[in-house]
């Protein structure tokens, strides 16, 4: 028996990196997962990841999963998600916001098509795809949705400041910050009708294709395993409401709570993780 066995999960940005590693621990879970991201095909993107082979590797492993193409950034593309979901595999009953877009770019040149472009995936396609999934969880009195947030998300607080700011990373944190103000707003909304909805980040940065492409990281020492990010998301998404629901957390709180680890590293330890900023 998984802790899935049935249910229907939406992944979205599922074709490399943390919606990867949760699409395949989900589907492992006996979870049926529409895997969502606009990279389909190998070579799609300059980034080593696709639909494809994420759906490829979880039907080798026996698992459930069908991909659907989709650019978050966009209402009509995310309504046609939650439709298709809908006629694969039913309505659903797990979403995870995961899918996101960042430039590394300073505010004074920042060119604003991109500043609302990357809005638009960040923290306008969490909103919209919740909206389009709460009528068929509401009434079934049952769900949950779990946002992966950043610790960008935490501000530098007040100055003057002594380090330098983190590159481009204005928009990007404030996005996040306004995605974890979102969770428990929404949290607090949906709690009577048994919707959890919660929002998780790193402890320390995943060597992914992206973080690699950025320089975030230098090995796949630095960093945790994207695994600690897949079974904090699995917790989250099925742990009872009263236990989880509204927390802005952090994968090894998360885990380190459960027992899944003895000890931890990164943000909720070596520095506080405050949900928005340090004032």
Not at 77 to 88: D, G, P, S
Request: aromatic letters at 8%; a neutral charge.
């Amino acid at each position: 028996m998984g802790k899935l066995d049935g249910k229907v999960a939406i992944v979205t940005g599922a074709s490399r990196g943390i919606g990867k590693a949760v699409a395949e621990l989900f589907a492992k879970e006996g979870g049926r997962v529409i895997c969502s991201a606009r990279t389909v095909k190998e070579g799609d993107h300059p980034l080593e990841g696709s639909l494809d082979t994420t759906i490829k590797g979880i039907k080798a492993a026996g698992g459930e999963a069908t991909a659907v193409a989709c650019d978050v950034s966009q209402e009509r593309e995310c309504e046609k998600l939650v439709n298709e979901t809908k006629r694969i595999y039913g309505p659903c009953e797990i979403l995870i916001n995961n899918a996101a877009l960042t430039y590394f770019i300073p505010v004074k040149d920042y060119p604003p098509s991109r500043w609302i472009k990357s809005f638009a995936v960040n923290m306008h396609a969490p909103f919209i795809l919740s909206h389009l999934v709460l009528a068929d969880m509401i009434a079934k009195k049952n769900g949950a949705i779990v946002n992966i947030s950043s610790g960008a998300a935490i501000g530098p607080g007040r100055g003057p400041y002594t380090e330098p700011a983190m590159r481009g990373g204005c928009c990007y944190g404030a996005e996040k910050a306004g995605l974890e103000r979102f969770t428990q707003g929404l949290a607090q909304e949906v709690y009577e009708d048994g919707i959890s909805v919660t929002c998780l980040s790193p402890s320390l940065v995943l060597p992914t294709p992206g973080t690699y492409y950025h320089h975030l990281v230098q090995s796949d020492k630095d960093g945790e395993p994207d695994e600690y990010m897949a079974r904090a998301t699995l917790l989250l998404a099925t742990e009872p409401i009263d236990k989880v629901t509204g927390w802005v957390t952090y994968s090894q709180v998360v885990l380190k709570q459960y027992g899944v680890i003895k000890e931890g590293k990164g943000i909720g330890f070596e520095r506080p993780g405050s949900g928005y900023s340090q004032i």
